[in-house]
């Protein structure tokens, strides 16, 4: 039986994709910070174990992927996001940048080293749209998320000759707790089960990269091959 970990997964995506890898028969280690929403879910599903962790907490990671045993998939989807201007967010941006980023590398730098030595093994980031355009009021996340993908892109390409398939997984909005928080309306609003069949398929299929709605993520593309003056001005517009 082949073993998933997951972290950030007593709620929203992580949840939903434990219950899908469970479904396909992984055996589980999730990890979050939510210890009765964590143990609720693990009773849920066959041979699930939840093991409490704060990923920025790089020792607290190390000793959570000790207690999981062999790794055969690893997916660094815990996440927090929080709107703001720039100038006035240095705060939230340390925070995201400690859990986004650093949560990822600490889970890759625990599960990395086996998946070397055997040869195999699959290791997954959830990024985000917002990583591939520097969004207004969302500057911290946007940064946060382009981190991701840089590290991952590199990592892809060196861990290739080991058999280790690197993911970059980027969503656009997804119907979670986090986003329950927004105010505007969300273009292509996915749930959370859609978006976590989604990602555990390209993952098994040791996808590069995983991008999901298609619309938000031509758009997104799309945005990124015009001239800054153009981009600064529709994103002015929006900001007004």
């Not at 890898?21 to 609720?40: I, N, P, T």
């Not at 996001?81 to 925070?95: N, P």
């Not at 993908?149 to 997984?169: C, G, H, M, P, Y």
């Amino acid at each position: 039986m082949q073993r998933a970990i997951i972290t950030g997964a007593s709620s929203g995506i992580g949840a939903a994709m434990a219950r899908e890898l469970s479904r396909r028969g992984y055996a589980l280690a999730l990890l979050a910070r939510r210890v009765d929403l964590l143990e609720q879910l693990a009773r849920e599903l066959p041979n699930a174990t939840a093991i409490p962790c704060d990923v920025t907490d790089s020792a607290a990671v190390r000793n959570a992927v000790e207690r999981a045993g062999q790794i055969d998939m690893a997916i660094a989807n815990a996440g927090v996001g929080t709107t703001g201007w720039a100038a006035k967010s240095v705060q939230d941006a340390e925070r995201m940048m400690r859990v986004n980023y650093f949560g990822m590398l600490y889970l890759f730098d625990a599960v990395i080293p086996q998946m070397m030595e055997r040869r195999a093994g699959r290791f997954a980031g959830i990024a985000s749209l917002a990583g591939l355009r520097g969004f207004p009021t969302s500057s911290g996340y946007s940064a946060s998320k382009a981190a991701m993908q840089a590290f991952l892109e590199s990592a892809r390409v060196e861990l290739a000759k080991f058999n280790v398939r690197v993911t970059t997984v980027n969503p656009g909005f997804i119907a979670t707790a986090m986003t329950d928080q927004n105010s505007f309306k969300m273009p292509f609003l996915m749930t959370a089960e859609r978006a976590a069949r989604i990602i555990v398929d390209g993952v098994e299929r040791g996808s590069r990269v995983v991008e999901f709605p298609w619309q938000m993520s031509a758009l997104t593309r799309f945005s990124r091959a015009l001239p800054a003056w153009i981009a600064d001005r529709l994103m002015g517009g929006y900001v007004r």
